[in-house]
């Protein structure tokens, strides 16, 4: 089946901007459809539960995005973040997004630079940050593939934090 039509008409009411971005873009033509298990990416003794932001870094072929989709509380934030744009538009006729795009939890910043990626995202979800908890799952391969950018995605989350915290602090203090 070939799934592009309904990915893109998803994308196009849920992340509108990168539905544009794909617009302009060649698909990569050296795509490894192989997938890691969710046990690769996240720790198995975390609890989903318990998380308030999770920030994926690398999609992959979205089975570990679909499974943490599927499986998170309404409550969780899932930002998924990958700078390879030509390989996520590869995969759009090949894998089947619904699950991850009918989320209302689940942003995707795909093809953004990493400030993008981090603060608009992070901004755009919340408006005024006050969850300085952050956990970082790490698709390993896309990190391979990209390590200055996910070192730059890694400082911005933590940037992202410390700022959460003094938003908390200011509220509380005028409250």
Do not use: C, W
Request: glycine share 2%.
């Amino acid at each position: 089946m070939n799934y592009f039509d309904v990915n893109m008409a998803l994308l196009r009411k849920k992340e509108p901007r990168l539905a544009k971005r794909l617009e302009t873009v060649s698909p990569a033509k050296d795509v490894d459809f192989a997938s890691l298990s969710l046990s690769n990416i996240i720790d198995t003794n975390i609890k989903l539960n318990h998380i308030n932001t999770l920030a994926v870094l690398g999609f992959g072929v979205g089975t570990h995005v679909r499974e943490l989709a599927e499986r998170i509380p309404p409550k969780t934030f899932l930002l998924v973040i990958d700078p390879d744009i030509a390989t996520f538009k590869a995969l759009l006729p090949r894998i089947d997004l619904i699950p991850i795009l009918k989320s209302f939890n689940v942003k995707l910043a795909i093809g953004e630079d990493a400030s993008s990626a981090v603060r608009y995202q992070i901004d755009d979800y919340y408006k005024v940050n006050t969850i300085p908890d952050i956990v970082v799952a790490e698709h390993k391969p896309s990190l391979e593939k990209n390590p200055e950018y996910y070192k730059k995605i890694k400082e911005l989350l933590e940037e992202s934090s410390i700022i959460a915290r003094q938003n908390l602090a200011t509220l509380m203090s005028n409250a």
